[in-house]
Structure formats: structure tokens, C-alpha cells
């Protein structure tokens, strides 16, 4: 089964730094989504993305945080002047078009851990 | 999306059904149910969604009450393997939001 993949699987950086977190979604996927947890708590939605431009976003997802899809296949999400309590793991997610109405499924990557010293 | 309220937590035995129930009393009529699930701290994986009938497939089955009011999620044959949190999410657009999930511990 085709897989969402990302990398780095762990990043560190130290506060006020920029990180990148890269995504390959499923190659035919139109929908792109990051989520966010931090540890020992929900998901939580960031942000989703359709046809080069954010279709939704949460409060979270504020101007800190921006994402793009710089050629056909990767899907990054930058965190700028990054805090402590950015501390969690990202999920890249990628999803085709829903058919007849149905909320297409969700594919979910492995997700990458950051750690903000 | 309407809200669900799902048990926090669960236990199972080795070999026997685990029934995880969801409550979403609020659904409106074109919303699905989403079941997915979050081994360790892996990536959530899918498990099964439905509108009103009733559903199967190879992992699990979903039983949705009449009203839609409620759903529960059964796993046949419970292996340890199925240790995770199981999340119910309900849903009519692109977007899913995640709620707190039933921790399922599954015991030998």
C-alpha cells in the first residue's frame, strides 16, 4: 500500500530557530493536512492544504507556521522562530478527492518528533 | 464536525471482542463516522467509517445505531497488537479533528 513518508523522523533545534519538516504524500493524493501532538496529549489539526493554497487552518496555525508544496511531490511546514512548547510530533497527512459526498480517508505519515531546546 | 464523547479507557482480553463505544448525539444528517487509531506514538491509521448502515471490513466492524445517535466499534479477536487509542471522529468534510480516543489495553 502506498505510504505518506517524512523526514526528518527527529529534529532538534534550539529556540528562536527555523525548521523545516518535509512530506511526500501519496503520489495521486490532491489533500494535504499537518497535525500536530504533543506529548501525552490529542491531535491536534494545524492546517490543510488544496490545490496551492491553505484550504483551512486552526488557531494554532498562526503566523509562526506557514506550508508549501515546493515542487510535485514534497509538502513542507515551516516553523519560524521556533518556542519550547513547539515541542511535539508532526503528522503529515495526504488524502485523494471524496467521492459521492464521503469524507475522503486520511493517510498519515510516521510523523517526525521536535524537540525545542 | 459534531462532537463525540468516547470512555477514556478500556480494557480487553487476549482472543475475545473489544467493543468501543462512541457517542455523538449531536450528528447531522450528511456527517460520517471515522475510526481510526493511534498505536504508540505512530501516525493515526484508519480503521472504518459509515454513515447509517452498518459495516465490516478486514479489521473491524461498526455498528451504528438507528438514530446515529451512537456507534460502536468491535474488534472480533482482540490481539495484543491491537493496544493503542482508538479514536471516533465524525465527519462531512475534508477535515477531521481528534478528540481524547479510548485507550484500549488489550491483556494476555
Known amino acids: 500500500e502506498p505510504e505518506v513518508t517524512q523526514t526528518p523522523s527527529h529534529q532538534v533545534t534550539q529556540m528562536g530557530q527555523e525548521v523545516i519538516l518535509r512530506c511526500v504524500p501519496i503520489?495521486?493524493?490532491?489533500?494535504f493536512y499537518w497535525y500536530r501532538q504533543i506529548l501525552g496529549q490529542k491531535v491536534e489539526f494545524l492546517v490543510s492544504?488544496?490545490?496551492?493554497?491553505?484550504?483551512?487552518k486552526s488557531e494554532i496555525f498562526d503566523d509562526q507556521f506557514s506550508v508549501e508544496r515546493p515542487d510535485g511531490s514534497n509538502f513542507t511546514l515551516k516553523i519560524r522562530s521556533t518556542k519550547l512548547e513547539d515541542s511535539a510530533m508532526y503528522f503529515c497527512?495526504?488524502?485523494?478527492?471524496?467521492?459521492?459526498?464521503?469524507?475522503?480517508?486520511?493517510?498519515f505519515g510516521p510523523g517526525t518528533r521536535l524537540t525545542v531546546l | 464536525d459534531a462532537k463525540t464523547t468516547q470512555p477514556p479507557s478500556m480494557d480487553c482480553a487476549e482472543g475475545r471482542a473489544a467493543n468501543l463505544p462512541c457517542n455523538h448525539s449531536t450528528i447531522s444528517g450528511n456527517e460520517y463516522v471515522y475510526w481510526y487509531r493511534q498505536i504508540h506514538s505512530q501516525g493515526p491509521q484508519y480503521i472504518i467509517h459509515g454513515l447509517k448502515n452498518n459495516e465490516t471490513n478486514e479489521m473491524a466492524s461498526l455498528i451504528i445505531t438507528e438514530d446515529r445517535k451512537s456507534s460502536t466499534l468491535i474488534l472480533p479477536h482482540a490481539t495484543l497488537r491491537d493496544t493503542a487509542v482508538y479514536y471516533c471522529?465524525?465527519?462531512?468534510?475534508?477535515?477531521?479533528?481528534f478528540g481524547a480516543g479510548t485507550r484500549l489495553t488489550v491483556k494476555p
Open positions: 497527512a495526504s488524502s485523494s478527492f471524496g467521492s459521492s459526498g464521503i469524507p475522503p480517508r486520511q493517510f
Open positions: 492544504f488544496y490545490n496551492n493554497e491553505i484550504s483551512e
Open positions: 471522529i465524525v465527519r462531512v468534510g475534508n477535515d477531521m479533528r
Open positions: 503520489s495521486n493524493h490532491l489533500y
